[in-house]
C-alpha cells in the first residue's frame, strides 16, 4: 500500500470534503476518490459515509484514523533525520525588512507543508541576494526590490502602499527631530522628502524594523511604514497616518533559479504562491 493514501486519507478527515482535500494536496479529486477507494479495498471495508453535504468516518475509518496518523508522523520523522543525515535542506534568503515583516510568516507556510524539510534561513543584501541565488547557496530568495536576470524566474508576492504614521505622540508632531528613518528604498525616501524635505535629517536611522519600532515605542515620533497590517500587534500606541505614499510601496519578489538543484524548490514556490500571495 502507497503511504500517500494514507495523507489523502487524513486530508479527507481534516476537510470532510473531497475538494478541499484535493486542493491542499494538489491532486484531482478524482485522484483522492481514487486513493480512498484502493484504501478501502485494502482494508475491506467501508471508511466514509458519503452525504451530498458532508463526509463522515464510519466506525472502521474512526478505528483507523490513529493509526494512520502515527504511521504518518513515524515516516515523516524518518524522512526528516535521513534528509539531515544527508545534509538536505532548504536554504531562504530574505533581505532585512522582508525578513521582520513577511518571514515568519511565509517559513511557517512551507514549514507546515513540507514538515519534513529542515529549512534554513538568512538575512541577505540585495547584491547578497542575486549573487548567492546564482552561486546556488540559496535556493529560494525574498526581495523588496526586482533583481534582473535571465537565469532567475521571479514574481511579486505582496504589495502594500507606504504612509507617514504619527506614533505614541499626544499630538501630531512632523518635525524633523520626531522622525524615525526606515529604509524603504530610493523611491520611498524621494516621495518622503518631497512632501517632508526637513526629514533629511532624522533623529534615528536603521534597516532594521523591529529598532525602529522599539524607538518609536519608547519615545514617540513619526515614521514611514507600510498601510495595512495592524501596528498596535506589534506593540505600538496610539498610531495615526498621516499621509499616504501615491508611488512607494512595500513590495515583497519571491526568486528562484531556473534551473534547480534541488527538486522540492518548484513545489515550495507553488505553496508560497498559491498560499501566501493570497493571504
Known sequence: MDIRFLTTFIEVVKTRHFGKAAENLYLTQSAVS?????????????LFIRHRNSIQLT??????????????DILQQAKQELQREAGEYLVCGASQLNNE???????????QHFPEWAIKAEVLTSEQISRQLHERSVDIAF??????????????????PLGLFSINQK??????????????GSKARDELLTHFPDFRDAKFTTNSL??????????GGVAVLPIGPDWTQWGLSNVECVEQFHKSQCKLYMYHMKSVRRSMVPDVVKVVANNFAAG
Open 101 to 111: 515583516i513577511w518571514m515568519p510568516e511565509l517559513l511557517h507556510q512551507i514549514h
Open 59 to 72: 466506525p472502521a475509518g474512526e478505528k483507523l484514523l490513529p493509526f494512520a496518523e502515527q504511521l504518518n
Open 34 to 46: 481514487a486513493r480512498i477507494k484502493q484504501l478501502e479495498e485494502y482494508f475491506h471495508t467501508t
Open 143 to 160: 526581495s523588496s526590490e526586482p533583481l534582473k536576470s535571465e537565469e532567475l524566474n521571479g514574481q511579486l508576492l505582496k504589495s502594500l
Open 171 to 184: 499630538s501630531i508632531d512632523t518635525a524633523a527631530d520626531q522622525f524615525v528613518a526606515i529604509d524603504w
Open 210 to 219: 523591529r529598532l525602529a519600532l522599539a524607538t518609536l515605542k519608547a519615545e
